[in-house]
């Protein structure tokens, strides 16, 4: 079964429409995949009824122009993100620290990373409350994560154990990797290494998860996994594009609306 991202992103985004927030996205420089992420995030509020305002500065500028920037945008939105990555000379902590913690709707503020460590409600990154959403129920499933990302790995694997599932993290330092990856009930790859995921790394019957978005030598646009083998023998697949792409952008249009409704409430 393909798991389709797409349709699933719809349903969430016609749920939002006629709601009422501001979001505000801060772009750094001109990386080529931000540009599109960003485009990506703004039409998709056009679509919803959201009102959205991005603002670009230089690769040139500098932490406190940059802070600057970003405290303007929140006086004005209900909810700010800051669009990585940004340009190395940038102290990216120091940045997404500004954002109050409950306008953070990329859930990365330590606050909010604290929230979800012991439980508690807050914003939640975009990408992993997107697979959650797909996954639906994993209790005591054996859910094994390639990636250890703080913007995907880390706080999915803490919003796995929460939903009861049994969680193992691989990472680059992990020895005989296919070996941990061949006992996942659910195997979510993002390392950002086009076709890493090979079909004798998955259990028959496995669900795989691909967050992955790379381009191959012809500038082909595919994910971490080995699509069309693996596909062949796991029992649901995301597809890339159309898996977890569109449900990032989703969630990020959700957790804008519930930070408009918890300051109204």
């Avoid at 109050?100 to 929230?115: A, C, M, Q, T, Y």
């Avoid at 790859?189 to 076709?195: L, N």
């Amino acid at each position: 079964m393909i798991i389709d991202g797409k349709a699933a992103a719809a349903e969430i985004k016609n749920s939002l429409r006629g709601a009422k927030a501001k979001l505000a996205v801060l772009m750094v420089g001109e990386d080529p995949a931000s540009s599109v992420y960003v485009r990506n995030k703004e039409r998709a509020c056009a679509e919803v009824g959201l009102q959205s305002c991005s603002r670009r500065l230089p690769a040139t500028a500098t932490t406190e122009e940059v802070i600057a920037s970003v405290e303007e945008l929140c006086r004005w939105a209900d909810g700010v993100l800051v669009q990585l990555p940004l340009p190395d000379h940038i102290d990216a902590k120091k940045v997404l620290g500004t954002i109050p913690p409950e306008k953070d709707v990329d859930g990365f503020h330590p606050n909010n990373l604290g929230r979800l460590m012991i439980g508690e409600d807050g914003p939640v990154p975009c990408t992993p409350a997107g697979i959650m959403r797909l996954l639906g129920d994993v209790a005591g499933k054996h859910c094994v994560v390639v990636g250890r990302s703080n913007t995907v790995g880390k706080p999915l694997a803490l919003m796995l154990l929460q939903a009861d599932a049994t969680v193992t993290v691989c990472h680059s330092k992990t020895k005989d990797l296919a070996a941990f990856t061949r006992q996942a009930d659910v195997l979510i790859s993002a390392v950002g290494k086009p076709c890493f995921i090979t079909a004798d790394m998955v259990k028959p019957g496995a669900i795989v998860i691909d967050v992955g978005i790379n381009r191959t030598a012809e500038g082909k646009l595919c994910g971490d996994v080995d699509f069309g083998p693996v596909s062949e023998i796991a029992s649901a697949i995301t597809p890339v594009p159309g898996g977890v792409g569109p449900m990032t952008v989703a969630m990020l249009l959700e957790n804008t609306v519930r930070t408009k409704s918890s300051k109204t409430a």
